[in-house]
């Protein structure tokens, strides 16, 4: 069965930083483009960030480019974030996803440019809190 498992948020003031951790199980995350998807209270999910299985290319949401950055350690079957310099707007419950077959988005590829993320990621991990408060 295909799990992923979000852990690493907690409250931290602006400025500040926190590393997420995706761990996968039941599957080989070396062949799957994983994402970041967070939502925010009264507010639609929305894709942060997602790394390629085929070339390790990334995407970022504007809102974070320079601050956030995505990584894989395929050893651990892990995916990180690294958030830095978090602003309030920031806090949200942040999701680790991974897409299914699709007949749009290649395999392996992040589907965060070519389709809604509700559509694109098939499989969902239980979410983890990020709170950005003074």
């Known amino acids: 069965q295909l799990q992923l498992v979000e852990s690493g948020g907690d409250l931290v003031q602006p400025g500040g930083s926190l590393r997420l951790s995706c761990a996968a199980s039941?599957?080989?995350?070396?062949?799957?483009?994983i994402g970041w998807v967070r939502q925010a209270p009264g507010k639609e999910r929305e894709g942060v960030s997602c790394?390629?299985?085929?070339?390790?290319?990334?995407y970022y949401a504007d809102s974070v480019k320079g601050r956030f950055t995505i990584s894989r350690d395929n050893a651990k079957n892990t995916v990180y974030l690294q958030m830095n310099s978090l602003k309030p707007e920031d806090t949200a419950v942040y999701y680790c996803?991974?897409?299914?077959?699709?007949?749009?988005?290649?395999?392996?590829?992040?589907?965060?440019?070519?389709?809604?993320?509700?559509?694109?990621?098939?499989?969902w991990g239980q979410g983890t809190q990020v709170t950005v408060s003074s």
């Open positions: 790394i390629s299985s085929t070339d390790g290319s990334t």
């Open positions: 039941g599957f080989d995350l070396v062949y799957y483009a």
């Open positions: 996803a991974a897409p299914g077959p699709s007949p749009i988005v290649p395999w392996g590829h992040c589907p965060d440019t070519i389709v809604p993320v509700t559509t694109g990621y098939k499989y």
